[in-house]
């Protein structure tokens, strides 16, 4: 399928790079619960659009609307689709309308959520924390080079995502043939998840601060310091309490502003009548 692309393709390396480039900047922007994606997947392919049909005002309508349908996917990882999706468009355009649909929307949906987990998984749950943690660390130390940690995080999220959108296009359904084959997506997510559990248990270890100077008086003026005690039980208690605590409040509501501002108050109560 590549070899043929290669001999009758219409577009050109740049209608692609350009496609991609919608893509990166248009994916998150109209954002919808009606649509999700759609709207900015639309956006980003419409230059490609309007070279394949311009000789059929119906059947750019028609692929518009096919476009702007419900899609949602990891902006990164899951441009394999997107890029397939072009691929598709690309060389069955000369096929019935319905056959049309009927296909590129089974792929779309198909794939949008297997890719989004694994998207998620990695980019996100792994990685995200990796660069950023490095970077706070610096960045809290006085170092400038934590600003471009987080620089150089964004441009290899960029750069993955035009690589795997190049190669979604280039093989374009026969992409997912290998990369969906032996349940190598699920794999993959488990695994990444698991070391997304540790790296957030290291980060919250390192970064999450919480102590009490309570000392509980006993006997002839002897005293128990609180803290000694925890950290004789369990150390960082405190801290894995308090993200646990987090962790279970998030998951009844999803209002974390309120959740921010409540933790930053029962932090200066607690501060100021020396409980913390």
């Known amino acids: 399928m590549a070899e043929n692309q290669e001999k009758e393709s219409v577009l050109t390396k740049k209608d692609i790079r350009k496609a991609y480039n919608g893509w990166h900047q248009w994916a998150e922007v109209g954002h919808s619960y009606e649509r999700m994606q759609g709207i900015g997947m639309c956006r980003s392919q419409l230059h490609i659009l309007e070279k394949l049909y311009k000789d059929n005002p119906e059947g750019l309508k028609k692929a518009l609307k096919r476009q702007s349908e419900l899609f949602n996917t990891e902006g990164c990882i899951g441009a394999t689709v997107v890029g397939a999706t072009v691929s598709m468009e690309e060389t069955m355009v000369?096929?019935?309308e319905e056959e049309k649909n009927s296909i590129i929307t089974?792929?779309?949906?198909?794939?949008?959520?297997?890719?989004?987990?694994?998207?998620?998984s990695l980019n996100w749950t792994v990685l995200k924390p990796i660069f950023l943690?490095?970077?706070?660390?610096?960045?809290?130390?006085?170092?400038?080079?934590?600003?471009v940690i987080a620089i150089i995080f964004a441009v290899l999220m960029y750069l993955e995502g035009r690589y795997l959108y190049q190669m979604g296009y280039r093989m374009g359904k026969s992409a997912f043939t290998a990369i969906l084959g032996g349940n190598l997506i699920s794999k993959?997510?488990?695994?990444?998840?698991?070391?997304?559990?540790?790296?957030?248990?290291?980060?919250?270890?390192?970064?999450?601060?919480?102590?009490?100077?309570?000392?509980i008086v006993i006997?002839?003026?002897?005293?128990?310091?609180?803290?000694?005690?925890?950290?004789?039980?369990?150390?960082?208690?405190?801290?894995?309490?308090?993200?646990?605590?987090?962790?279970?409040?998030?998951?009844?509501?999803?209002?974390?502003?309120?959740?921010?501002?409540?933790?930053m108050a029962v932090s200066v109560v607690g501060s100021f009548f020396g409980i913390f």
Not at 109 to 115: A, D, R
Not at 219 to 234: H, T
Not at 248 to 259: A, D, P
């Open 133 to 147: 943690g490095i970077g706070c660390d610096l960045a809290i130390k006085g170092n400038p080079l934590g600003a």
């Open 106 to 120: 089974s792929l779309k949906v198909g794939l949008m959520g297997p890719f989004a987990g694994l998207g998620d």
């Open 188 to 215: 993959l997510t488990t695994i990444s998840s698991i070391l997304g559990m540790f790296m957030m248990g290291a980060l919250g270890a390192s970064y999450v601060s919480l102590a009490t100077p309570i000392e």
């Open 219 to 263: 006997g002839n003026n002897d005293a128990i310091v609180l803290q000694e005690a925890l950290d004789s039980i369990v150390g960082g208690i405190l801290p894995l309490g308090a993200l646990f605590l987090i962790h279970f409040i998030m998951k009844k509501t999803n209002r974390y502003g309120l959740i921010c501002l409540s933790v």
């Open 94 to 96: 000369e096929l019935p």
